[in-house]
């Protein structure tokens, strides 16, 4: 056999056994894209609550601008979930499944702020909707909670100072029960400026959009867990 010959099956070989290494990695990496599985941005569990609780963020301040401005957005958040009207409200976070925070930003890097303990009840308002009836009134403190400012407002008194980095209005998730504590690492967090002012409500459009997308993506994670189970 001439080396000519002997050089052409050399070649013939070299370039089959690269198809052969290029068709293995090509299905190997089909198969890890296959199995991998689509991240959800919320535990399920999230899905499975029936009830949520909405709070005041402990530690929180008012500014001197808008002294009213947590409370308003604590209503205004209860009242888009109960338009959305997946979730029956409760004012108690240990008889709720989630809960959510909230803390109106001061919309600057630094701003004069209020700080005094939150009362411990709302005034007696009933609302209702098709789907959920909101009850404004509160008994005690939420656990965890504490009173805001320093220990020279104890007793009630305010105390004035400034707030910074505190620009970005703050929405975060926790899970709820008797375990419940606002030290607990929350489940979700949405942060931006102006995201809890009405009518917009952004941090709650997001939620609802988390709580969508989560749903998608365990659909269509069913069938492969009934498959294997």
């Known amino acids: 056999m001439s080396k000519h010959t002997l050089g052409r099956i050399r070649e013939k070989r070299m370039f089959a056994g690269r198809v052969l290494v290029a068709i293995v990695a090509v299905s190997v990496g089909s198969t890890a894209w296959a199995n991998k599985k689509e991240k959800a941005p919320l535990p399920e569990l999230v899905l499975r609550a ?63 702020t209020v700080g005094g303990p939150i009362p411990d009840t709302r005034p007696g308002t009933i609302e209702t909707t098709d789907n959920s009836i909101r009850i404004g ?71 609802t959009k988390a709580v969508a997308e989560t749903e998608k993506i365990v659909q269509k994670q069913q069938p492969q867990k009934q498959k294997n189970p």
């Open 137 to 207: 009134v509160q008994k005690g403190r939420p656990p965890g909670e504490t009173q805001s400012g320093d220990a020279g407002a104890a007793g009630g008194r305010a105390a004035t100072g400034v707030e910074s980095g505190g620009a970005e209005d703050v929405f975060e998730v926790f899970l709820g029960g008797d375990g419940y504590s606002p030290n607990n690492a929350p489940l979700w967090v949405f942060r931006k400026v102006d995201g809890l002012k009405a009518p917009t409500m952004s941090a709650v459009e997001q939620f």
């Open 50 to 112: 029936h009830s949520v609780a909405v709070l005041i963020l402990p530690g929180t301040r008012e500014t001197i601008a808008d002294p009213a401005g947590n409370r308003k957005a604590q209503e205004d958040v209860e009242k888009a979930l109960m338009k959305w009207g997946r979730y029956q409200l409760t004012q108690e976070a240990s008889t709720a499944d989630i809960v959510i925070g909230v803390r109106r930003g001061t919309g600057t890097a630094a701003s004069p």
